[in-house]
């Protein structure tokens, strides 16, 4: 099981300590670091930026909204990075939400699977280096009855395939990216529930002769070290109350499902009126530790040790840790006792 780090949005006045994190778990042999984008930071410029100052850890986009470019587009910020950094890019792609992608993209939250579908197709067309000529729902190119011609990439990525992830919560979305990603990527992966929620991503994978060899399942996991694992999960409870409970509208917020899925409904349901009234100190409370437990790693050393092995068996093949407490000196700590931890668990 190898380990990435997560460096969340850029912009929040953290950015200094999230170059020193990555350079950090480059140091320390981490696998790939993240960067997210919302309707702030774009990731493709902190990735850039990463890129520049490590020298062999990987870069990912976690994610690229689907809204908020052309597949052609992507596929050429994918190929130039993949040139930069020399072949360390990974590329992940989301649909956003109807929020983000109608009030802040202006693109129809519009049966987003088709989408997703046709987006990656020309991506790997484009990537490919084929001429993209395309007839879909969504997409069609080149337009009809105009001057537009098919045309080929001109940047050759440094590798043949550069390997693309979905952000995917709900069944469909998982049955998907069995079919056409290389890799999952979650939150609030929780081990137990593992076995239900990969079920439709498995069983895709299965109906077209494949097994999941190779494929790459990388939750972000908030890790917090401490005595207490109570007093640990303080530092997540902003973030599962604002995922769960504002991270969309009552009528849809895929983050709420997946926690009503999990068995949590009630506890969402709470955590959902507080959020939306504005309470968000009563959301917070709303979290039940057992969620964030079972959603996080938590506590000392020893107990997160243990916890690593159920993550290695629900088939966690890379683990992305998101340091949720502490300064900078300790959120790099954390990095170097996770390396530990991995080695001693016997995972590396």
Request: hydrophobic share 45%; net charge negative; with cysteine.
């Amino acid at each position: 099981m190898k380990l990435g780090v997560n460096l969340g949005y850029w912009g929040a006045g953290n950015d200094a300590d999230n170059l020193v994190l990555a350079q950090e778990a480059d140091r320390l042999g981490y696998s790939v670091a993240w960067a997210a984008e919302a309707y702030g930071s774009d990731a493709a410029t902190v990735l850039t930026w990463i890129a520049a100052q490590t020298s062999s850890i990987d870069v990912g986009s976690a994610v690229f909204q689907i809204p908020g470019r052309t597949p052609a587009n992507t596929a050429m910020t994918a190929a130039t990075l993949d040139t930069l950094s020399g072949g360390r890019f990974r590329l992940g792609l989301g649909v956003s939400g109807p929020q983000v992608s109608e009030g802040w993209h202006g693109v129809r939250f519009d049966r987003p699977l088709v989408r997703t579908r046709e987006y990656v197709d020309i991506v790997r067309m484009a990537l490919s280096r084929q001429r993209v000529q395309y007839q879909g729902e969504f997409f069609t190119l080149p337009l009809p009855d105009g001057p537009g011609k098919a045309l080929t990439l001109t940047v050759h990525p440094v590798r043949e395939s550069i390997p693309i992830y979905l952000a995917a919560i709900g069944p469909k979305n998982l049955e998907l990216t069995g079919q056409i990603a290389d890799g999952w990527l979650a939150i609030f992966f929780s081990p137990e529930a593992a076995g239900e929620i990969m079920a439709p991503m498995v069983s895709a994978r299965e109906a077209t002769g494949r097994t999941m060899d190779g494929f790459d399942v990388v939750p972000t996991v908030p890790v917090v070290l401490g005595a207490d694992p109570v007093a640990a999960a303080d530092a997540v409870r902003f973030y599962s109350a604002l995922y769960i409970g504002g991270m969309g509208s009552r009528e849809r917020n895929f983050y709420h499902q997946l926690a009503c899925r999990m068995g949590y409904e009630e506890a969402a349901g709470r955590i959902q009126d507080h959020y939306l009234a504005r309470e968000y100190d009563a959301a917070m409370a709303a979290v039940p530790f057992e969620f964030m437990d079972r959603t996080s790693l938590l506590g000392p050393p020893d107990r997160i040790r243990e916890r690593l092995q159920a993550y290695a068996d629900a088939g966690v093949t890379t683990l992305t840790l998101a340091p949720y407490a502490g300064d900078a000196a300790e959120r790099r700590r954390t990095l170097q006792v996770m390396v530990d931890l991995v080695e001693q668990a016997g995972l590396a």
